[in-house]
């Protein structure tokens, strides 16, 4: 059985910086590309980040990028989002997900495993 497990959501203040983990198991983590998406409420689940499968590419949505930076360990299993500089445009739930491709994608449609989600809020 697969399970991705976030960790690291809490309630910061603007210009603040967190670490989300997601740690992944019942999962060929090492070999299929992970990303982050977030949902904040009242809207769409998006993309924030994708890594492929050996940590070499990684893509950003142009909200984030420069600010977040996605990376994963694949001897721990492990994915990171760091986020700097964040405002309160980045609350949301953040959701680890995974899919069974080497190849790092934006449609949440094309992961097929997601964890339960990690709350971000982000105060003026």
């Known amino acids: 059985q697969v399970q991705l497990v976030e960790t690291g959501g809490g309630s910061v203040q603007t210009g603040d910086s967190l670490r989300l983990s997601c740690v992944a198991s019942?999962?060929?983590?090492?070999?299929?590309?992970m990303g982050w998406f977030r949902q904040a409420s009242g809207k769409e689940r998006e993309f924030v980040a994708s890594i492929t499968w050996s940590g070499h590419r990684d893509y950003y949505a142009d909200s984030v990028n420069g600010r977040f930076t996605i990376s994963r360990d694949n001897n721990k299993n492990t994915m990171y989002l760091q986020m700097n500089n964040l405002t309160p445009e980045d609350s949301a739930v953040y959701y680890c997900?995974?899919?069974?491709?080497?190849?790092?994608?934006?449609?949440?449609?094309?992961?097929?495993?997601w964890g339960q989600g990690t709350q971000v809020t982000v105060s003026s």
């Open positions: 019942g999962f060929a983590f090492g070999s299929n590309a």
């Open positions: 997900a995974g899919r069974d491709s080497p190849l790092a994608l934006r449609d949440p449609d094309d992961y097929q495993y």
